[in-house]
């Protein structure tokens, strides 16, 4: 079995901010990490790799930085690390990434199965997944949160909906976007992170993948951003002051007269 | 003079850290009341490497440095000193002799299963008279044939009752002083070797430490380790490494307390400002930080000599005695600056100050410390 993990690196926006003037994120002295849906797909492919033996592929595409999360899973025991990176490649948008990244995959010849995260927490675009699966053109499941693989060499899935989850089967290779509830993602070993060190991570840049240079990098990339804005909070407090009694009629009054409330009948 | 981090001594900083805030401290406060050991997070360190992190891959260690290992106790330290102690005591007092002074057999028998954390480590040197006179011990051992006879008792033996594989400092010649003592690696099970009161202590609490009693325990001859006679020089060189290990862990509170006071002084509001506003308490944090900074240099240089080949026991001396005598005056700042709070145990800094004191006192007191410093200044 052959598994091709796709995974992104992304500014840890839990301390990440955004500068008010150019609304763009601040990203001095912020920890670069996988992103954390990714780590789940990779616990994922290595449960497997326990369980009934795989070779497990990381890959991803970013800058030459982007090593070190790709450092991180070959320590967490995936078997090979691919990172693809040149300038070539830079602005992409979700529809050039996909691309550069399928054809990467081409590249590495058959596979089982393709994991990836649900979506990357910088972008929240959720749709590498997806676009990658069409241009692989094999079955996609996403949103999943269990994986369970059957003798038929086929595989049932959970896929989480908003309320509940729906069961689907599919037969393989098929690409999967998986969410934090799948599972517990293990941490790199030390002996992993030695040994991943040691092994390092293969880079592929534009010359290695066999790519049509329109449709990579910003050259590819439909996608058009105009501006970038934090949408401003106005907000205003009014503190009602008085017994239960007055504070709650000149709550209801108040939002009478704003319209969040119809006539209550008492 | 380079005096960055290699990038595997960066990544295993970030995953012990990440490792010990999730794992290790959601459950620190609740076993220093309890006392309880923390089987579940051992089990885990040991899937991690993290009890065989400087031993080579061969020997079922992780192929890391001397220095990663001591990065590793200080993360530890950071969210709980009790377990930093049980990785130390396992690595530095008996896995090490083990790989230092052991025939390959020995190693291959000890060393392996200690380095994959599938068993656990002790060293036993103190006895009720012989703490810093270390070379009066009264334990014997006395050879018949192809054994060794081991008689006699010791006692505050971090990891005592909890390890499998101890070594045991033993009188061969009792006659002969320092140069009659010998080194044994005896495992938990045999005959005529029992474990006596387990101590209840002021910190580290989660730790075990007992007294460790030989009736008549026959010990074979394979597990000497090292020659007759060379036990203390063993022991001596041991605790060299176990110092390095101790003044990470005094590293280790002494950031806690300073990440602590950091947010406190943040949060806490008196005369309607924080009170990181005040001078009184900038001054403390400065000070604070400084020594830790210090205390963290000295530490890690003490394990960059270790790693380069290069003595290191007068280093290891004054990292342990600088990094505890620092640990344990931060501890008081931190419960100063809590105030009240500080003294309750809805904070952490009460369980940072019972925890600091012991740095200064095990694997050689402060005294110790400055008589190792002191011969190496006057020879």
Redesign the interface.
Known sequence: MRIIVCIKQVPDTTEVRIDPRTGTLIRTGVPSIINPEDRHALEAALTIKDQCGAEVIALSMGPPQAEDALLEALAMGVDRAILLTDRAFAGADTAATSYTLAQAIKQLGPYDLVLTGRQAIDGDTAQVGPQLAELLDIPQVTYVQKIELLSDGTCRLQRALERGYEIVETRLPALFTVIKELNTPRYPSIRGIMRALRQGVTVWTANDVPVDPNLIGLKGSPTQVQRTFVPEHKRNCVMLKGSLDEVTTALVEELKERRLLKALAT | MDLNLT??QR??RQ?VR??AEKEVAPGASERDSTGEFPWEIVKKMA????LG?PFP?EYG????DTL?YII?VEELARVCAATAVIVSAHTSLCAHPIYQFGTEEQKQRFLVPLAQGNRLGAFALTEPNAGTDAASIRTTATRQGDSYILNGNKIFITNGGVADIYIVLAKTDPSKGARGITAFIVEKGTPGFSFGKKEDKLGIRASSTTELIFQNCRIPVENRLGEEGEGFKIAMQTLDGGRIGIAAQAVGIAQACLDACLRYAKEREQFGKPIGSFQAIQWMLADMATQVEAARLLTYRAAWLKDNKQPFSKEAAMAKLYASEVAMQQAIKAVQIHGGYGYMKDYPVERFFRDAKITEIYEGTSEVQRMVIASHLLR
């Open positions: 990038k595997s990544m295993i995953m990440e490792f899937r991690y490497n993290m992190i891959e260690g992780a192929g890391a990663s590793t």
